[in-house]
């Protein structure tokens, strides 16, 4: 993909700011994940009075989106750009912050009902899977859950990425060491191009 360098440790390195900086941001589709709307309007209980955290925010588009359904949302992500753009136009208060999910302020540990995730998963380093996912049950409360439009990015080969390729049974996998898996479906709706590569996903906290 060219978006990333190899460490000496093949760790995959990417300077996510260079890429906001470049304008090289050929996830952002300027809009918010389409399958969020049907999703609230089809299973709203999911949503109802909910705290929210969007890892990997990017420039805001879900967390906004979320946000416009009274939902408390905190966004965060590495790149500094991203966070400041996503903080230029903010009608539903989102609490944007700069941060790496992998290294959560303890001021947010145990604070969310919900995980929104929906390419920070794939945009990761396959080797950091386990951390996110243990980084994600470290912010949920008790009951959360991780609900994902998950990019599975079938075409490419295994370890080539960013967006690196993952599967649903890969998926269950690898969150069961802190989740259960209680449902998977098809989005209702997709950004061109995404039809059949990506999975909606819900796992409850251990
Ligand atoms: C593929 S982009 C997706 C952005 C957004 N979810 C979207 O769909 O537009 C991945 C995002 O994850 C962010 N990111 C990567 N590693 C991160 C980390 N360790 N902590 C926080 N954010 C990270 C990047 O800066 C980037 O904005």
């Not at 690898?174 to 995404?194: M, T």
Request: charged content about 25%; proline content about 7%; aromatic content about 10%.
């Amino acid at each position: 993909m060219g978006w990333a360098e190899r460490s000496a440790n093949n760790l995959t390195i990417v300077d996510w700011q260079e890429r906001y900086l470049s304008g090289d941001t050929p996830w952002d589709k300027g809009a918010s994940a389409p399958s969020i709307q049907p999703l609230i309007e089809e299973k709203p209980e999911l949503f109802s009075g909910h705290r929210v955290f969007v890892p990997g925010c990017g420039i805001g588009h879900d967390a906004k989106e979320l946000a416009k359904y009274g939902l408390n949302v905190v966004g965060g992500d590495i790149a500094p750009l991203a966070i400041a753009r996503a903080k230029e136009e903010n009608p539903h208060q989102v609490d944007f912050r700069e941060l790496n999910i992998l290294t959560i302020p303890e001021s947010l540990v145990g604070n969310f009902d919900m995980v929104w995730e929906h390419t920070c998963f794939c945009a990761l380093d396959p080797t950091l899977r386990a951390d996110y996912v243990a980084a994600m049950w470290k912010l949920l409360k008790p009951s959360g859950v991780v609900l994902g439009v998950f990019f599975t990015n079938p075409d490419v080969i295994p370890n080539e990425g960013p967006p690196y390729k993952t599967s649903c049974e890969e998926l269950r996998e690898i969150f069961s060491s802190h989740f259960s898996l209680e449902w998977v479906d098809e989005p209702k709706a997709f950004y061109q191009g995404r039809e059949g590569r990506e999975h909606l996903m819900l796992f409850k906290r251990l």
